[in-house]
């Protein structure tokens, strides 16, 4: 029976599948950390506030990717190139969401409407990332290779989406609210569809490693493609709402180091 738990662990327990599952998420996380960390040195002076927070989630981003690439190293193992149809993150901002790399290489500082979508897409894909990592805590908390990187991620990313949460409707109630609700259904509408195509991909990758048989195949594909109906006709929602969370400040200090 195919199930979260039994599909995971077919993964981590095969080496070549374990190294380019980690190499995915180290490179995706790695970009992420660039992108804040960018942000954070161009933020304009009507939101200087925001620029330690930001500098605060990059910091979290690079750990993150750290710690995928030291889980590779921990079995012997060297970080394998991403397939292009895999790379979540230029996914993204090849389809115009987010704040373009060509922007962020600029030195020009940015707009508050930057700020805007920044913060927007951000919350769309810290729900992206902070469900997959409860669904990783759930099964694999107490796991003795990964359990460890699993807790520190899951709570780093939930910290992003509260975040993302309580400065958004700060702006919102600054004047930016209309802005926010359409930039947030459209990162929405355009994640699911994404996410969609990278999981086809991963899935695909995988199945070719771990001689995965047609049958298997079709149903994982099936269950993709499920998911994306779920979320088309009605999931997306959960990704555009706003409520103040019960973590407030959560990127008030430095971040945690994960010994």
């Known amino acids: 029976m195919l199930s979260p738990r039994s599909l995971f662990t077919e993964i981590l327990d095969d080496d070549d599948s374990f190294q380019l599952f980690c190499s995915i998420a180290a490179s995706g996380e790695s970009q992420g ?13 009507s939101q200087r506030e925001l620029a330690p927070k930001i500098a605060r989630h990059g910091a979290d981003e690079d750990k993150h990717g750290r710690i995928f690439t030291q889980l590779i190293r921990k079995r012997g193992l060297e ?3 991403v397939p292009p149809e895999t790379d979540y993150t230029m996914l993204l901002e090849r389809h115009g969401i987010g704040l373009a790399h060509s922007r962020l290489r600029e030195d020009t500082a940015l707009t508050e409407a930057d700020i805007v979508t920044y913060l927007a897409h ?22 003795p290779e990964i359990g460890k990187a699993v ?6 990313e939930d910290n992003h989406l509260a975040y993302c949460h309580e400065e958004l409707l700060r702006l919102s109630a600054l004047g930016h609210g209309r802005t926010i609700n359409r930039i947030l259904r459209e990162c929405a509408l355009a994640e699911i569809r994404i996410y969609r195509d990278v999981s086809l991909a991963v899935m695909a990758n995988m199945g070719r490693i771990l001689g995965w048989p047609a049958p298997k195949a079709a149903a994982l594909r099936a269950g993709i493609h499920a998911v994306y109906l779920y979320e088309r006709a009605y ?16 990127l008030g200090g430095p971040a945690v180091a994960v010994a």
């Open 122 to 143: 951000s919350r769309v894909t810290e729900q992206r990332a902070s469900e997959q990592m409860a669904m990783l805590l759930k099964y694999f908390a107490g796991h």
């Open 33 to 45: 950390g660039w992108e804040n960390g960018r942000i954070s040195a161009l933020v304009p002076e």
């Open 151 to 156: 807790r520190a991620i899951a709570r780093d």
């Open 79 to 81: 970080s394998v190139p």
């Open 235 to 250: 999931g997306w929602r959960r990704m555009v709402t706003l409520a103040m969370p019960a973590r407030r400040n959560a």
